[in-house]
């Protein structure tokens, strides 16, 4: 591949996965489009502003004529939509611009790569799509999907409306779905980052419910791995699984990053659980390793040391996110839980 477009590349995910690509194939080209919003930050890829493979293009997925402008440029080989809104709380005060972007702008991005007959979309989804596990199995590709959420229905219907065109239009897509992840550059309202941050101001760490929801920690960069592996192997119409077998409960995981932290467990708050939470996730990653030759590297106990190092290190970074406008809604939100209101 020559040339690819990114979309959301500004947010955790993507300028994670734009900055391996870049370092991984020095011979490739990448377009970014982002319309930045809260989650999107120029600086969570300030290192790419001189390297002349890169190319920042500010705007909407749901905006047809712009998409089309870029797409419109001779030698794309692919579209990778990472752009979405992404955080479930955000999604149950206010589902509509998950609709607008997740779904219709899903659906603008695959109108317009099929007008243009670009070779390869790719389409970023989660395992939040299958809904919920009790306390044994594991999410497969054939699972069927059953979103719970406002995010998780948005996601679900994107990934519905490009199995249609695949289906209708020989559409040449691949879509991947992955649990959660941890790394460098996530925007501090996800529990990792938002629990490191407040940890080291002394603050409370408001843990949903019981704690004991669990999650399968991946670390980014293992799912950016995994997403050029499909990008570049999978096999059109197909579904890969991303996980990191990595199962933890929140409050186990909290503890584990106050103890990390050299922090009191007295900060932890239980606060009112998230309506509607869902209670586990775990991914079967076995298609994946069998057929893309691809498995989780990150060990999680060194990637969250990592992680943490990180966020110390770049405190800055979380300061002139949670200093702006970015985070008022979420704290509003925040402390009426802290309150119980
Ligand atoms: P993020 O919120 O950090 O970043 C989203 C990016 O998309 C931001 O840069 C934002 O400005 C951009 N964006 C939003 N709406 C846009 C629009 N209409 N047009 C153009 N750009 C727009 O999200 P993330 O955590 O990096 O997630 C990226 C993708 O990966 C999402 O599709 C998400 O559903 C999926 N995913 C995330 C996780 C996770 O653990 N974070 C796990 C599995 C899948
Ligand atoms: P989150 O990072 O929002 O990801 P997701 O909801 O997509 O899994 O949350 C991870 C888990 O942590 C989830 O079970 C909700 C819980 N959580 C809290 O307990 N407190 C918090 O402040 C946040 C943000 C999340």
Redesign the pocket.
Known sequence: MNCIVV?????????NFIRLMLEQYPELSIIN?????????LANLHDLNENSQYEFRK????DREFIESILNQSGIDAVV???????VDRSILDST?FV???VN?TLTLLDACRTHEIPRYLQ?????VYGSLGDEGFFTEETSLAPNSP?SAS?ASADMLVRSYVHTFDFPAVIT??????GPY??PE?LLPLFISNARNDQQLPVYGTGENVRDWIHVLD?CRGIDAALRNGSVGEVYNFGGRTEMTNIALTKLLLKLLDKPESLIKYVNDRPGHDQRYAIDCEKAEIELGWSPQVRFKEGLQATIDWYIKNEDWVNNIRSGDYLKYYDQQYSDRLSGS
């Open positions: 979309t959301g590349g500004c947010g955790f995910i993507g300028s489009i982002d319309k930045l919003t809260y989650a999107g930050n705007g909407d997925i749901c939509n990472f752009a979405a809104e992404s955080h611009p607008t972007t997740n702008g970023v989804s989660t395992d939040e995010y996601k779905r992955c649990s959660n992840n941890y996530q925007f996800k799912h």
